[in-house]
């Protein structure tokens, strides 16, 4: 059986080892329904691997809270992260107690620190996207989370096998990462920059990208990104599919899906006429009940079914052409 390799990212989380739990059920139940009788096992069919981003930053970031805002207990933490975690695992109703948390003044635990858990949401949520950027004088954290999204994609890579067909399904920060990583593979042989270690080890198509074939985006903050050049424009989009897989009829394509009560998803095709022609924007309407209709839909994109679903379908069109194609085309 030739299988098709799945990438889930996530956002700006809490260190949760279980935040693609509720995308991946949906995905095999959905992508079971669409084959009908001819489903195969889903466990079988499509490989799943998350890439776990937040730990590379966890530390960093409970350090600058405790810093910043002295006089807090490991209660607070657990606390907060729960909520999270509840969200993260699709769980709407975990954000009002989140909310009415934020917009306490003062916490009996931080006496002290005015507004404390905004603060949290704040250096949490927002302290991935800053310190990711490189400065003149430093790229760790930058190098550091690509370095966690190669070590996800080969140990995708050794389940799924070196030339499987690549499915990425990325949330919010997540996307931008997805991006900046699969761009600077594509760009790589253009720069005179040595390449960092983990990428001379990119052994496989898989890992190097040239087997992406699907790139679903969502919640997307790509576009704000352009703010940081002059013309509020970005450069050439990422090729999806790879060039290497545009011979396939797997039918490759990218969607960046957007609901327009998210405050923080923008549109894509916007950015110019190369992004125009690389990808569709897909606009839904997130269930999420009580935040429906509200930002608080943000978490939400993968916990929901219709959201879902065209992805599975997709896969599940693409596993069926796989199985029929031959064994030479099938490799890439």
Request: hydrophobic content about 45%; some cysteine.
């Amino acid at each position: 059986m030739k299988r098709i390799a799945v990438l889930i990212v996530h956002g700006v989380e809490i260190d949760d080892p279980e935040f693609a739990a509720t995308p991946i059920r949906l995905l095999k139940k959905e992508f079971t329904r669409h084959l009908g009788r001819d489903a195969p096992d889903p466990e079988e069919a499509l490989v799943f691997q998350k890439a776990h981003l937040a730990p590379v930053l966890e530390d960093q970031q409970r350090a600058f809270f405790e810093k910043a805002c002295p006089g807090g207990s490991e209660g607070f933490f657990t606390h907060l992260s729960r909520l999270v975690r509840k969200i993260t695992s699709g769980s709407a109703v975990a954000t009002l107690p989140l909310v009415a948390a934020m917009l306490r003044r003062t916490d009996p635990v931080l006496p002290s620190v005015h507004y404390p858990t905004a603060r949290w949401v704040m250096a949490h949520f927002l302290g991935d996207a800053i310190a990711y950027q490189i400065t003149p004088s430093s790229r760790e954290i930058y190098d550091e989370v690509h370095r966690a999204y190669a070590d996800a994609l080969r140990a995708l890579a050794r389940r799924a096998g070196g030339e499987a067909p690549l499915c990425v399904v990325a949330h919010s920060f997540g996307t931008i990462v997805s991006s900046d990583f699969f761009y600077d593979r594509e760009t790589e042989g253009q720069t005179k920059k040595p390449l960092a270690p983990f990428v001379k080890r990119a052994e496989t198509p898989l890992e190097r990208g040239e087997t992406l074939t699907w790139l679903y985006t969502m919640g997307s903050p790509m576009a704000l990104w352009s703010l940081r050049y002059p013309a509020a424009t970005l450069g050439a989009p990422i090729a999806v599919p790879a060039p290497a897989m545009e011979a396939q009829e797997l039918h490759g394509e990218w969607v960046n899906v957007i609901d327009d009560d998210d405050l923080f998803a923008w549109p894509l095709r916007q950015l110019g006429p190369e992004y125009a022609s690389a990808l569709t924007d897909r606009r839904v309407s997130v269930k999420a009940p009580p935040v429906r209709w509200t930002p608080l839909v943000h978490p939400f994109y993968w916990a929901d079914r219709d959201v879902m679903a065209p992805i599975a379908q997709r896969l599940a069109d693409a596993w069926r052409a796989l199985q029929n194609a031959p064994a030479e085309r099938a490799a890439g």
